[in-house]
């Protein structure tokens, strides 16, 4: 696994660092990508036919989450899919944001998980993450659209399994507190009641909230033949509108291994914090007075 530098926005690009794990674990003379200052690789346009257009709106309560212009990404690549529409950064090889309706309709089967995980056929197969890339990693691909908000149709929620939907987890995130906060999610819906969900990974680095400390840039690590990167911390955002208000609650979880008595209501953040730190503008098309009322404070825990 090697150890990575990346660029905060407004210094775009990718430096490579010394490999700290042997071999045997991260394959000799892997290569890290950057941005390309000559590239004929065309980003496909966001202009949509049906169906696609559809489960944008219907995914995208108020219009996909915006990047900065002076995004550190590199090249990104819009997919939708019925259950859920991401972003997928093609340097990192992992989704910016995920953004899914959950409806009570949508949790109330019993379809199996069959863990089909493969490559997303709407993305070209070299710009997203392979199976190689997680083997003996220390790593899981964990979902971002989890695979528990679809239990009626078995087809959305094999589609839950396609490789652009996974980030790079540790398990003891993935596998505990990660899941209760899927798991406390999917209890806040009603059936006059959904929630839009939006969750992506975050390169983070608190020495940079402190002009003493700060160099502009982020360590992470990288793993995997195609250099998949690791996150250093997960947002998810939930979106709901109960008694005729809108509400909203933001999470973020460091992508380390966390022990069991620590409690995911204790990560809450303001979505303006993410905002800040992801260069991503979560709900383009809302009124700005109900946008700054939901974004700009910490949520207090919803009690149903």
């Known amino acids: 696994m090697n150890r990575t530098i990346i660029a905060v926005p407004g210094l775009l690009g990718i430096v490579s660092g010394a490999t700290f794990l042997p071999s045997a674990v991260d394959p000799p003379g892997q290569i890290h990508r950057r941005p390309a200052i000559m590239t004929t690789l065309t980003e496909p346009k966001i ?4 169906p696609a257009r559809g489960w944008v709106q219907t995914n995208c309560r108020f219009g996909m989450p915006e990047l900065a ?19 997928l950064s093609t340097v990192d090889k992992i989704p910016l944001w995920v953004s899914e309706k959950v409806t009570e309709a ?8 069959r863990d089909l995980f493969r490559f997303d056929p709407t993305v070209p197969e070299h710009l ?12 899981d ?9 679809q239990t009626s149709n078995q087809r959305l929620k094999d589609d839950t399994f396609f490789l652009t939907n996974m980030s790079s987890h540790k398990p003891r995130l993935n596998r505990s507190i990660s899941r209760f906060l899927e798991e406390w999610t999917r209890d806040q819906i009603t059936a006059t009641a959904p929630v839009y969900i939006i969750t992506g990974p975050i390169f983070y680095d608190s020495l940079e909230e402190n002009p003493q400390t ?31 208000r809108w509400r909203a609650i933001a999470f973020v979880l460091e992508n380390r291994s966390h022990s069991r008595g620590e409690r995911f209501e204790d990560f809450r953040r303001s979505i303006d914090w993410i905002e800040a730190r992801t260069a991503i503008d979560f709900f383009p098309e809302m009124d700005d007075a109900i946008e700054d009322a939901l974004e700009s404070e910490i949520a207090a825990m919803w009690d149903q």
């Open 141 to 149: 691909r964990g979902h971002q659209a989890p695979a528990g908000d």
């Open 214 to 244: 700060a160099d502009g840039l982020v360590e992470y690590y990288s793993i995997g033949p195609g250099g998949v990167s690791v996150p250093t911390h997960f947002y998810k955002i939930v979106l709901q509108a109960k008694g005729g």
């Open 47 to 50: 202009e949509f036919e049906q």
């Open 106 to 113: 949508q949790i109330s089967g019993d379809r199996p998980r």
């Open 128 to 139: 997203q993450a392979g199976k190689p890339d997680y083997v003996r990693t220390g790593y």
């Open 69 to 87: 212009e002076d995004h550190p990404y590199g090249p990104t690549w819009i997919v939708p899919h019925e259950g859920y529409v991401l972003q």
